[in-house]
């Protein structure tokens, strides 16, 4: 079987289940893993090309509507009777066990999907005991954007993760997935600590320097006691299982005497 991902979580989800030596081509903006270098690049997430897809035959492709404006490559894919699957984009945690699962089914990779979801709900659970043993709960203010200001809300991952690493979602109050707001706003509810996951910017590209000039953030708490991390953003925004690996990164940094040391290493393929 001949496999297109038209965007990285999917991609990431292919490599999981051992299938990118079946994969013809991939969107530009995925980039891991190292093996997917050297694969036909199709154009970005929202604007594929479509003739250089057709040409590569592909038995199914793996489609997205995770980012609006996605529509578009469905579309495409009907008009051009390519065979092809939304993998579902998931909210939470449990629903990324759930998406390799999909993945699995429609790769008929159902039994390695089934192990895979199983060690990763495993995983969440042991974070989940050792949450439970924290006495202090640090609060954090995500930035997915700058200006305007976007931050998760109730209903995301990243929420989960917070919980589960020691930490609360300074946003956690807002039922929406994704907030608006100002940087009076998060400076008003001071959070503990401030994690900067700028989507579809590199970590090394960050100035916190910046962020630091912004008026009045030399008194909220995380600036004070210099909780100021820029990481990776592909481990907390990509709807993969390498959300484990932030929460791993994260749990490490809030509580490192209550959780395992980060180490990089990927905990569902040990």
């Known amino acids: 079987m001949k496999y ?9 989800l292919l490599h999981y289940l051992d299938l990118i030596p079946n994969v013809a081509g991939i969107d530009d903006f995925s980039d891991w893993p190292d ?8 154009g970005p997430d929202l604007n594929i090309n479509m003739d250089k897809l ?5 038995d199914l492709v793996f489609a997205s509507l995770s980012v609006p404006g996605m529509e578009k490559n469905i579309e495409e894919l009907n008009m051009r009777n390519i065979p092809y699957v939304i993998v579902p984009n998931p909210r939470t945690l449990k629903e990324v066990a759930d998406a390799i699962r999909f993945v699995g089914r429609e790769s008929g ?10 060690k990763f709900n495993e995983i969440l659970h042991q974070y989940e005991s050792i949450s439970r043993e924290i006495n202090y709960t640090y609060s954090i203010y995500w930035e997915w954007w700058p200006k305007p200001v976007f931050t ?3 209903h995301n991952w990243l929420t989960e993760i917070s919980r589960l690493a020691g930490g609360e979602n300074v946003f956690s109050d807002k039922e929406t997935e994704s907030v608006q707001t100002e940087w009076t706003d ?3 509810r001071d959070p503990d600590v401030v994690a900067v ?5 590199q970590q090394s590209k960050v100035n916190k320097n910046v962020i630091l000039k912004r008026p009045g953030w030399n008194d909220m708490n995380a600036i004070k006691y210099k909780r100021l991390f820029v990481l990776d953003e592909p481990l907390f925004c990509r709807p993969s299982p390498r959300l484990l690996l932030g929460l791993s990164k994260l749990a490490s940094i809030l509580h490192p005497e209550k959780y395992p040391l980060y180490t990089g290493e990927d905990l569902l393929l040990k």
């Open 152 to 154: 998760p809300g109730h």
């Open 186 to 188: 998060v400076l008003k």
């Open 35 to 42: 093996t997917i270098k050297e694969l036909p690049r199709l």
């Open 54 to 58: 057709e040409s590569l035959k592909p």
């Open 109 to 118: 990779r159902t039994e390695k999907a089934e192990e895979l979801a199983e």
């Open 197 to 201: 996951v700028w989507v579809g910017v």
């Open 4 to 12: 297109i991902s038209l965007c990285p979580s999917n991609t990431e």
